[in-house]
């Protein structure tokens, strides 16, 4: 006789219960049976062949952090970067979080943060590091709750020769003596002196750096609307004539997030931060994107007073550890930005959120040397792209682009299910509809798999998940067919400050959200979801994955090649380098995967790397080749230089 597995077992005897409470409640106990059945379809093998499954990893409730932006290092640990996480107490607090995470023993180690890094950019350099640009240096406040009147003083230094720096709680004095405080530090530069050559006549021209400050008396009596020079508290004698202040407007409208001018590199060895250069511009809600060179273009973010950068775009030096002046061009915050094959930058369109609603939203090829824009036309449902997804589809040889759901202009209730795919090795590039999303759908994420397919998950209809629209799905686009199949449903639902990570044992980590209401009601305040779930694709159901033996931290040249020895040569259709992630806010540019040339020779593998650095930049990426079933190996780490 054959008795019933345990498994079984615990079903029917959850059935049973159900259906002797059925006539005490029947709704409730519909609603259990139905929940035992699904967790019992779910942990099939068949069930989880074709649609894969989620797990929640479990971390200690110490090294919980609000996960604002997630990068997976070459350490195969990832690095969670919360800043103050949303949290003004926190904020006000100076209490900065970071965690470390390593994924293949499930272990945790706070990183010490030394800056409120929420919310700024961030990219991997070619040796690793993390590099860190902006972040938070004031909360937004809105307008009914504003209590003191401010807003941007223009510091002045008529002197050639000496720059000052005023500490944050500098007053400024106006004529009428109202007086006005400095909330940040600001480094004012030397006066300009130029010499007539045929005069002989010296001429001065002021410096000049902006600070926020605010009125030291609260209401009405701190607003002005005039012109007005403002002396310098604590300056005496020359210093008191040549630095001054200048500012127009200091009222009690709304006050956007102001951003900082400080950036960091994290050591993945050494595992902490280490300040550089700080940025000419404070940044909040910027894009770092690597360049084919390996240095990192930074644009947009909000500004030391609130207002998005305009158009002052900057480059970091890896190798000096410097920032130094870019081609100007405007973006909105948070925007989309690839490297393409032959170096110009593509904006997709998609970005997160600040800036006016008629400039910088149309997609373009971007040539940064010689600073000119070609528009891409052709997307639908262009005033929809906020809060929007964007990948470099696989492999980058393609060079297509593709656009999923979005949302509208600020807090608008739009959101739509389009999807839109541009090649970019046309000779006029223009969006086509791709297919449909299942739902209306902005926050998105987009994770690129080994077996050149795209993992897209989460996301909410309205604007940060209002009336309870977190949407409970997931779903795997094919580039080679263009269709989306089913996933196995998230039991986490992500909307705002929200990221994905593929991670290198193939399966792909899900962090963060931040729903602006509790209750479909929107009368409670949401929480912030510190749970990281991780999602395991049908591949790794399959059977026995393809190994690779050897060659783990190898380095490779553009055009040259690597081995490996593998007991499953024989199977080896197809090798992928594959960039780790960077992600923030459903953004991450550093995602991308790379078809490889492969030749076997009996158990002996050898991959080939393109000589292009625009297709292939320097740096650490993780190596899977795949079998004729798509089954991908764990990754090894290969460093392109």
Not at 281 to 286: H, I, Q
Not at 631 to 636: E, F, I, L, M, N
Request: glycine share 10%; with cysteine; net charge positive.
């Amino acid at each position: 006789m054959r008795y019933p597995s345990r498994r079984t077992r615990s079903v029917l005897l959850g059935c049973t219960a159900a259906v002797v409470l059925a006539g005490l409640n029947a709704p409730a106990a519909i609603t259990y049976t139905k929940a035992r059945y699904h967790e019992y379809e779910i942990n099939q093998p068949e069930y989880k062949k074709q649609y894969g499954y989620w797990r929640i990893a479990g971390m200690p409730k110490k090294f919980q952090v609000n996960s604002i932006h997630a990068t997976l290092l070459p350490t195969g640990k990832v690095l969670l970067i919360a800043g103050s996480g949303n949290s003004i107490k926190l904020f006000q607090g100076g209490t900065f979080k970071s965690t470390l995470w390593d994924p293949v023993n499930n272990t945790f180690r706070k990183i010490p943060t030394p800056k409120d890094m929420f919310c700024g950019g961030h990219t991997q350099l070619p040796d690793g590091r993390l590099l860190i640009a902006g972040g938070t240096a004031r909360y937004e406040v809105l307008k009914g709750d504003v209590k003191h009147a401010g807003g941007a003083m223009l510091v002045k230094n008529e002197d050639p020769d000496q720059a000052r720096t005023f500490p944050k709680g500098t007053i400024f004095r106006s004529p009428e003596g109202r007086t006005y405080t400095s909330q940040v530090d600001v480094r004012v530069p030397v006066a300009r002196k130029r010499k007539d050559q045929e005069s002989g006549e010296i001429t001065v021209t002021a410096s000049e750096a902006r600070v926020y400050v605010e009125s030291a008396v609260e209401g009405a009596d701190g607003i002005t609307n005039t012109s007005e020079q403002y002396t310098i508290e604590g300056l005496q004698g020359r210093d008191r004539d040549n630095f001054y202040g200048l500012a127009n407007k200091l009222g009690m409208d709304k006050k956007d997030f102001q951003g900082i001018r400080e950036a960091y590199e994290f050591d993945p060895v050494a595992e902490k931060y280490v300040q550089v250069d700080s940025m000419s511009e404070a940044r909040w809600y910027p894009t770092l994107v690597t360049l084919a060179d390996g240095r990192v273009l930074a644009v947009s973010g909000l500004d030391d007073i609130g207002q998005v950068v305009p158009g002052r775009n900057e480059v970091y030096d890896p190798r000096a550890r410097t920032w130094s002046k870019a081609p100007s061009r405007y973006f909105p915050t948070y925007p989309s930005l690839f490297l393409t094959q032959g170096g110009s930058i593509f904006y997709s369109g998609s970005n997160a959120g600040y800036g006016p609603a008629d400039r910088g939203r149309v997609p373009g090829v971007w040539d940064v040397k010689g600073n000119t824009f070609r528009e891409v036309p052709g997307l639908a449902d262009a005033d929809i792209l906020e809060t929007s997804s964007s990948v470099l589809l696989p492999p980058a040889q393609e060079q297509k682009v593709m656009v999923l759901g979005g949302g509208g202009v600020g807090e608008s209730k739009k959101s739509t299910a389009r999807t839109a795919i541009v090649d970019l090795k046309d000779e006029r590039p223009r969006f086509r509809r791709g297919p449909d999303l299942t739902e209306r759908t902005r926050y998105l994420n987009s994770v690129i798999l080994p077996d050149d397919t795209v993992f897209t998950t989460g996301g909410s209809k309205d604007y940060r998940g209002r009336g309870k629209s977190d949407i409970l799905k997931a779903q795997i686009y094919h580039p080679a067919s263009e269709k989306f199949t089913p996933a196995a449903d998230p039991s986490v639902g992500r909307d705002y400050h929200t990221e994905a990570l593929l991670l290198p044992d193939g399966r792909v980590a899900v962090f963060g959200s931040d729903p602006l209401f509790g209750d479909k009601d929107n009368t409670r305040p949401g929480a912030f979801e510190q749970r990281v779930e991780v999602y395991s694709p049908p591949y790794l159901y399959r059977g026995a994955r393809p190994v690779l033996h050897g060659g783990d931290r190898a380095e490779a040249a553009r055009g040259g090649g690597v081995s490996f020895t593998s007991p499953d040569a024989f199977r080896i259709k197809a090798a992928r380098l594959i960039h780790p992630g960077s992600a923030t806010h459903v953004t991450d540019v550093d995602q991308r995967s790379v078809a490889l040339r492969v030749r076997i020779s009996g158990d002996r593998v050898t991959v080939t790397v393109p000589d292009d650095a625009t297709l292939v930049p320097s740096g650490w990426y993780m190596l899977f080749v795949t079998d004729q079933e798509g089954t991908p190996s764990k990754a090894v780490w290969v460093r392109v230089r």
